[in-house]
Each structure stands twice: as structure tokens, then as C-alpha cells.
């Protein structure tokens, strides 16, 4: 798969995470998003909002891109992401399901 420009949303994400915004970052996602860390789910913007608490913002995480390839389904983009702050710290995909300009679903696993 070619690498492709980073989707708006997904940009959001990363930089509301690395200026520390919460607001900004949980209006990146739809109000009835998903999001899965490793089979812990959250859902809707409440649940994103307690993810980012205890293991995103809430920790100084700290994201930079090193890819972003199309997936298979519409909509759909494998985020290569370095980590670094207070909790997870390594580099890892992202699955991103977007709905227009925001994150409808988040998957956070082994590619």
C-alpha cells in the first residue's frame, strides 16, 4: 500500500494529543465513536474522554507519524505511530475509521 497524506482527522488527533488539548482532542471523534485499546472499549465522546485520561493526554503522551497507509475498508487508515510519555512508550498501528472529518472508530492493537 502507498503512503498517503495524513487525513485531517487523524492530524487532529495527533497534534491535539502533543499540545495537550483535551478539547480539541475529543472533538476529533464523532459523538458515538469507538474506540478499542487492546480489547479495552470506550464508546462515544465520554469514553473517548476517559481513554485519553488515563492512557493518552493524561500520561504526556506524545505522537509522531511514521506512516499512514489506506487500509482496506472505506474510510479507513493504518496509522504507524511512535509513543512517548509517561505510559505506553514504542511504535505501533493505529486502525482509524473516519466519518467525514472526524474518528468514528479507533483500533489500537499488533498490526
Given at each position: 500500500m502507498?503512503?498517503?497524506?495524513?487525513p485531517?482527522?487523524?492530524?487532529?488527533f495527533v497534534d491535539a494529543t502533543n499540545r495537550g488539548d483535551t478539547e480539541a482532542f475529543v472533538d476529533a471523534f464523532t459523538d458515538?465513536?469507538?474506540?478499542?485499546?487492546?480489547?479495552?472499549?470506550?464508546?462515544g465522546r465520554g469514553?473517548?474522554?476517559s481513554w485519553n485520561e488515563t492512557d493518552n493526554i493524561g500520561v504526556n503522551a506524545h505522537f509522531d507519524i511514521v506512516s499512514v497507509v489506506p487500509a482496506?475498508?472505506?474510510?479507513?487508515?493504518?496509522?504507524?505511530?511512535?509513543?512517548?510519555g509517561d505510559g505506553?512508550?514504542?511504535?505501533?498501528?493505529?486502525?482509524?475509521?473516519l466519518d467525514g472529518?472526524?474518528?468514528?472508530?479507533?483500533?489500537?492493537?499488533e498490526g
Open positions: 502507498a503512503e498517503t497524506s495524513v485531517e482527522a487523524i492530524q487532529q458515538d465513536a469507538f474506540l478499542n485499546d487492546w480489547g479495552r472499549e470506550f464508546h469514553g473517548v474522554r482496506d475498508e472505506p474510510d479507513t487508515y493504518i496509522a504507524t505511530l511512535t509513543v512517548t505506553y512508550n514504542g511504535t505501533g498501528p493505529m486502525t482509524f475509521r472529518t472526524r474518528i468514528a472508530s479507533l483500533r489500537i492493537s
